[in-house]
């Protein structure tokens, strides 16, 4: 075993040699590597970088915002320490405790490890869609499992990961979990996509709160058409227990809540209250640790646009350009669509049609039918009058009619179905 007698309490670049190296950073922003051998580097305090090598590494960030990376070897351990770490596995198997602080884990080989420990954890799927990953969840070990084309991830205390077309939150105490709980509560059932995404931005945008949320669900049409507006307080109780744990309330909660609701409480507040409680947190803890699936909208519609302007599936490339434009503020959809139709591949289609004839096959290509009269001239006409194709191209994609048909690639409601479908 070789000891590496170079580091120092400053800044070091030490790299170890082909034998099983144990390496001390001490204090400064170390950059460590380990190269051949089964080494254990120690980033010590500050801002450190390790690099595992080939063979089966143990890295340990300690003190300071450290980054951990793995090299070639069968397995690396990595341990964070305090600080706001990233951690990035391997080619081979890993093993990954975030430990103290706001980590960002990486995948690497064919089965990884991660561990989030304390904070708000995230694994960035940077360049990957959520399609094809499919996720269970074990009460007794408190781990979810993901399996996507023959590789294993377990996911210990990691709060999301975040995908190029959406996120998975795992966090019980984040907006979206909150909402899980609510459409359970409320209408005895999971949220949709659309509704879920709705709500959770509601309550994200701190202008919302639970209870708000509570009183849309209680005044929406499918609340009102299966449990009607005629419950009386009693009754409303027995359905909300009902809906929760599918049996009958114990007399005495039910008298708790009854009386509360004939003392003035208000439904939606007590909803809410019933929603967070520490009952039905345990009845949705498998739903929440399975995952929730939130789209990104912005994903959404460049996927949805492609469809319109290109007539083919996005590229994830491009599609996360495109995102993370529109999400940080740097572009808009607009900017998106005047790229698309300036594109060879748009003019090659529609480049040297008239206006009628350009409505006409975008009706045909968007919609997969012809154009009604109507629609063809009120579309006609707006070109006529100086609006540019641009925006008659997002009218069309981002229509309730193109939205539906372009659902079962982009917002299925099916599990094994949900991301996009990318090229």
């Known amino acids: 075993m070789s000891f590496s007698p170079l580091p120092t309490n400053s800044d070091d670049n030490v790299i170890g040699d082909g034998d099983n190296d144990v390496i001390d950073g001490l204090a400064g922003n170390d950059r460590l590597a380990g190269g051949g051998g089964n080494d254990s580097l120690h980033g010590g305090d500050g801002n450190d970088t390790l690099l595992g090598g080939s063979g ?5 960030g300690e003190g300071g915002n450290d980054r951990l990376e793995g090299g070639d070897g069968p397995l690396d351990t990595f341990f ?10 391997g080619s081979g198997a890993n093993a990954l405790f975030g430990e103290d602080g706001n980590d960002v884990f990486i995948r690497g080989g064919v089965v990884n490890q991660f561990n989030g ?29 993901r399996t996507i084309n023959g590789t294993t991830d377990d996911f ?14 795992f966090d019980l105490n984040a907006p979206a979990a909150q909402v899980v709980r609510l459409y359970q509560s409320g209408l005895g059932r999971g949220p949709d996509q659309g509704g879920l995404h709705f709500w959770n931005q509601e309550l994200e945008s701190g202008q919302f709160t639970l209870t708000d949320l509570a009183s849309g669900f209680l005044s929406s049409p499918e609340y009102v058409s299966r ?38 409480s208000s439904r939606p507040l007590v909803l809410s209250l019933v929603s967070e409680s520490p009952e039905n947190y345990t009845h949705t803890a498998p739903l929440i640790g399975a995952g929730v699936w939130d789209l990104s909208e912005s994903a959404a519609q460049v996927a949805r646009l492609y469809d319109t302007a290109l007539g083919r599936l996005p ?4 599609l ?17 669509a005047d790229t698309f139709v300036k ?18 096959l975008i009706y045909q290509n968007t919609l997969d039918r012809p154009g009604e009269q109507e629609g063809v001239n009120f579309w006609t006409a707006m070109l006529d009058s100086g609006t540019a194709r641009r925006d008659v191209v997002i009218g069309f994609s981002e229509s309730p009619e193109h939205q539906a048909l372009t659902a079962p690639n982009i917002m299925s409601e099916d599990p094994s179905h949900f991301g996009i479908l990318f090229a």
Do not use: K
Not at 80 to 89: K, M, Q, V, W
């Open 56 to 60: 089966s590494d143990v890295l340990y």
């Open 80 to 89: 964070g320490g305090s600080g706001n770490d990233t951690l990035i596995g």
């Open 117 to 145: 420990g304390l904070g708000y954890d995230i694994e960035l799927a940077s360049g990957v869609g959520r399609r094809g990953a499919d996720f269970s969840y074990s009460a007794s070990s408190g781990v979810t499992t």
């Open 156 to 169: 210990r205390d990691v709060e999301e990961i975040q995908y190029a077309d959406g996120r998975v939150v």
């Open 227 to 264: 449990f009607g507006t005629n419950l009386n307080n009693h009754d409303f109780m027995v359905r909300i227990y009902e809906n929760i744990l599918g049996r009958e309330p114990e007399q005495d909660g039910l008298s708790f809540w009854v009386n509360s609701l004939n003392q003035g």
């Open 315 to 318: 590229d994830v490339t491009g």
């Open 320 to 336: 996360q350009f495109w995102r993370n434009a529109i999400d940080s503020g740097q572009a808009h959809l607009a900017d998106l």
């Open 343 to 360: 594109s060879n591949e748009f003019q090659a289609t529609y480049g040297a049609l008239s206006n009628r004839s350009f409505v006409q």
